[in-house]
Each structure stands twice: as C-alpha cells, then as structure tokens.
C-alpha cells in the first residue's frame, strides 16, 4: 500500500504540474505558452492544492488509513467512509489520470460543482475531527470558476443563452458533421435485415423509429424469438456518449455497430464473410457501397457506414433546448421548478451535457443495495466489470441518456421499471441517497417530459409513458 508520503508527493507534483501548464490547466483550454505566473494559473493551481489537501484522502485508492484506523469501532467506521468516498469519485482516475490526454470529465465537473455549491464536502463528521479538512469560501470560489471555465473550453454548445451558459445541461446541436454519401449507404444497411443470420432482424428491430429508437421492451428480442438479459438503449444521440453499451466494450459508434451481428443471441451471424457475401449478391448496392468504399464489402466499412448514419440521430429542438437558448416562455414555471429540483437532487450530477447523460459510469447500488431489493440476478448485472475484469468496476453502468425520455421506456439495465415516477424514486434512493417526496417526483418527472426533441424537422415518434 503506498503511504501517506507517497501520495502526497504524488499530488504534490500534480499541484506542480498545473503551475507549469498542468492538467487543470489543459481543462480549460489555456494556451500551453501561457507564462507561468499568469492570474489564470496561478488561480486553478490553487484549485489542485485543494483537492491535494482536502479531498484526495478520502477519494484515492492506496491511501494508507490514519493511525486511529486501527481502533475497534473507529476501525470500521473509517473503513466504511473510505469505501464510500472511492465509489462516490475516485479522484485519481477522474481528475489525475483523465487529464493525462484529455480535458477532465463533464461528469466529474458537474460532481465537484454540486458538492461545492451544496457545501456537503468534506463531510460534517470528517471536519469535525479533521478542521483543517475545512473548504473556506475562497476555496469554493476558485473550485467553481475551474468548472465554469472547464466547461465553456469544451463542453459547451456556444447554442445557450449567455444567463445559461454555465448549466450542467447544454443545449443539442441541430447536427454533427458527416459524409453524406457514407450516410445514405448506412441508412440502407441499418434497415436491412440481411445483416442477420436468417434475415429477420436489422438494426431497425430492437432501435425503431417509431418508438424513439428503442423496442419499449425489457429485453430485446433476437432471431430465432432469443431475447438477452440487458435493456436495449435508444439509437437517438447515441454519437455522444463517451462508450457505447450499459458496460462501455464498445469505444465508439463503429465498434457498438460490429457487435450485435455476430451476437447468437441478437442477429446471429456467423462471422463477416457470410454477411458480406450476401450484401455482395446485390449488384445495385454494391455499385453504390463500392463507389464510397473501393475496397468493398467488410465488416469494416459496413460498420463505418452504419456508424456515420447514426450521427445524424440527433434530436434538437426539444422546449428544454429552447429554453437554454433563452426563450423563457418554452417551458412552463412547474417545469423550470422540476429543473430546478433535478439539480437539488443530484440528478444532473450525472446527467449532464448536451444528452442529458452517456458522459459516465457509476454505481447502481451507490447507496442502498438495488440488487438485493431487486432480487433475481441477471448476468448483465455485472455492468463495467463485465468488459474490464474489475472487481472495483462491479455494478457500474454508463449513465443513460435522457433526451426522449418520456417515450423510451421501460427503464434502467434490466428494465424493470415502466415509469418516469418510479425511474425517479429508484434513482433517488439507490443513487443520492435521498427520498424524493411524491410532489418533487411530479416537479422532475415534469421537466423530464420537456426533453422530448424533434427528428427531421418533426416531434420525435414514440408513445408518452403516461406516469
């Protein structure tokens, strides 16, 4: 176990290394010519001297255990906390290893911003004992500025109105840009059932457009009447998540794409060459694929296409969006109070960005045991560690995205759940830690309504759950 020292001098070089243009630095896009005692990094230096001195203790793995640790009673308590604060934010792999190539999370900003705005960290308990652990109102100003700057360097849509820049939640963009040529290849090929074993099942199947891309099933049902144990997500902005699927085995769009093919359970192909040889039997389309690929048929450049046409299932427009652009009048005053209720409750800790969610993985069983309430095990319950082998990894699922929610359910993993009032409840009491009252459940479950966006200039299809 490494020691106290160690970690220490860690953090002490990560508190270096954003004086010298470091990763709070990198996090807000400053120029890495800045000279070194610029106002700007010597503010967000300060900001990683807090978290070296007030948070890392209890939000770092291989933090050796103070002394007192060690006696009984004392010992489990801490024991308790310490697992508690790595579950709730491992700040090592959020903040120290996420910066080595890439801006800091939007999740992790949304988080830091709650707990700071919310004064809920350092714990009462812990400064009670600990009072140097104390966040002072200096520090809180400058850990909100590194989220506000953070965020406008990479996350926002430059779409929201100036008094709403800052939200967790950004406004989508009315597109992303693609090839068109490689679009209209993929729109064919995700509603042509030949991509399957026995050609009775597409991409289009379990993600239809009229039910705002999903199959508003629990399990999606495969060939041969097969169905899985995971709730299928919905196709619609799907492009920006940071992983594909509940437990992240997919990068990208391209490789989700490549997988439920050659999945026995889902389209039960035996492998690409069999399904390349089938398309290859079309001479039309293979005088058109070939045109975009010259290299032909496989799985390569068929997932690529499918791929660049998802892209383009994108659904702005929702009133919520119009409201972030600055048209008060788009949402009603329960529903901006239901906005507001989600934050208090945490929601927007993890439903954040431009789909309301897809930017994380966290526990399902944060605060209460789900599973055990739930009972039943499924093998999906296994969430990340499923792809990554981790024990830590255990029970953490990407956080779904929330646009169109009120058309795509039932929801959670194992889609158990037929509403938006009980999504909310469960969410509140597994996740935050907090029961919600029936009156701010109606509040949220409001607001969530307002999310619903359009597709080709039209409402997004689907049926409205009616709870």
């Avoid at 966290?362 to 209460?368: G, P």
């Avoid at 009491?429 to 607001?447: C, E, H, N, T």
Wanted: glycine residues 8%; hydrophobic residues 40%; charged residues 25%.
């Amino acid at each position: 176990m490494r020691t106290r020292s160690a970690l220490l001098a860690a953090t002490c070089v990560l508190a270096v290394s954003v004086a010298a243009g470091g990763f709070l630095n990198e996090s807000i896009g400053a120029d890495k010519g800045m000279p070194p005692n610029h106002p700007q990094l010597e503010k967000f230096s300060k900001v990683s001297g807090i978290v070296m001195d007030k948070c890392m203790a209890c939000h770092s793995r291989n933090y050796d255990l103070p002394f007192y640790a060690k006696i009984p009673g004392i010992k489990e308590i801490i024991e308790k906390d310490f697992k508690d604060g790595l579950r709730a934010m491992d700040l090592n792999l959020e903040l120290v290893e996420a910066a080595k190539d890439k801006p800091i999370g939007e999740a992790t900003l949304a988080k830091m911003e709650w707990v700071i705005t919310n004064e809920t960290m350092p714990p009462a308990k812990f400064t009670a004992v600990h009072w140097g652990s104390r966040v002072s109102s200096d520090d809180r100003a400058a850990i909100l500025d590194w989220v506000k700057a953070s965020r406008a360097a990479h996350y926002a849509t430059d779409l929201a109105a100036p008094q709403r820049a800052n939200e967790p939640l950004q406004p989508l963009p009315d597109a992303l840009p693609v090839n068109a040529a490689k679009v209209a290849l993929g729109e064919k090929l995700y509603n042509d059932k030949r991509i399957s074993g026995d050609n009775t099942v597409s991409c289009a199947t379990c993600h239809d457009f009229q039910k705002a891309g999903t199959d508003n099933q629990r399990f999606a049902e495969g060939i041969r009447g097969q169905f899985g144990d995971i709730n299928a997500p919905t196709v619609f902005n799907a492009a920006f998540n940071v992983r594909q699927f509940w437990n992240g085995r997919a990068a990208d769009l391209q490789e989700q794409a490549g997988g439920p093919p050659l999945n026995p359970i889902e389209m039960g192909s035996k492998n690409w060459d069999d399904v390349c040889a089938k398309f290859a039997q079309d001479a039309e389309l293979t005088v058109a694929f070939t045109a975009v690929y010259p290299d032909g048929w496989s799985g390569k450049n068929i997932t690529d296409a499918i791929a660049e046409y998802e892209k383009t299932l994108i659904t702005p427009n929702s009133r919520f969006d119009k409201w972030l652009k600055g048209d008060d009048a788009a949402l009603t005053d329960k529903e901006v109070e239901g906005y507001q209720r989600f934050k208090m409750y945490r929601c927007s800790s993890c439903h954040v960005g431009k789909s309301v969610g897809g930017q994380s993985f966290e526990y399902m069983d944060l605060k209460k045991d789900y599973f055990a309430d739930r009972g039943q095990p499924l093998g999906s319950d296994e969430g990340l560690k499923g792809f990554t082998g981790k024990e830590e990894d255990l029970r953490r699922f990407k956080v779904p995205n929330l646009r169109n929610i009120e058309l795509t359910a039932p929801y959670m993993h194992d889609g158990t759940v037929a509403t938006l009032d009980e999504a909310v409840r469960i969410m509140g009491v597994y996740l935050s830690g907090m029961d919600v009252p029936k009156g701010d459940r109606d509040l949220i479950v409001a607001f969530l309504r307002t999310l619903t966006g359009e597709w080709q200039g039209k409402p997004l299809a689907g049926e409205a759950v009616k709870q």
